[in-house]
């Protein structure tokens, strides 16, 4: 029941990577219906992808099928780059990595599906955890000339612009 709801959200979604607290209402027998916890679910096959203790291990049958939906094993590295990348698009269409905090993102994730981003979220909570983020990331970040202090970074754009003035004026 829950593989064939995942395939189902992953179809109408175009990701088979429910949030954890997500249910799925689905038809049971006699037109019932009843509510499957479907993103606790997901977490527990991804516990179950490698022996643990006391827990029985995933199936390599079902290792394959949930790969044969494009399953999301690593939910927050797939997140991380989904909106990384969504902010080098952003970079390259603005010309800088500091959208609003507000802004949100179209992204395009499978079968062609469209999914809402909060970049502007993402990158706030990118720059109040810098000392608790990854080497790697925090490399990643400034390669796009990521703006990790919002306040500097206007101050010094309303100071550029009041130099340009007084060239301009005298």
Known sequence: ???????????????????QR???TVTVEHGKTKQLKLGVWCVWQRTRKTPLRRKTPLSQERREKLNGINFVWKPEEY??????NALCAYARRTGEANPSYNHKETVTVGHGKTKELNLGRWCGHRRSRKAKLRQDRREKLDSIKFVWNEN??????NYNALCAYARRTG
Do not use: I, M, V
């Open 79 to 84: 997140d991380w780059n989904q909106n990384y």
């Open 1 to 19: 029941q829950n593989y064939n709801a995942l395939c189902a959200y992953a179809r109408r979604t175009g990701e088979a990577n429910p949030p």
């Open 22 to 24: 997500h249910k799925e």
């Open 152 to 157: 500097d970074y206007f101050w010094n754009q």
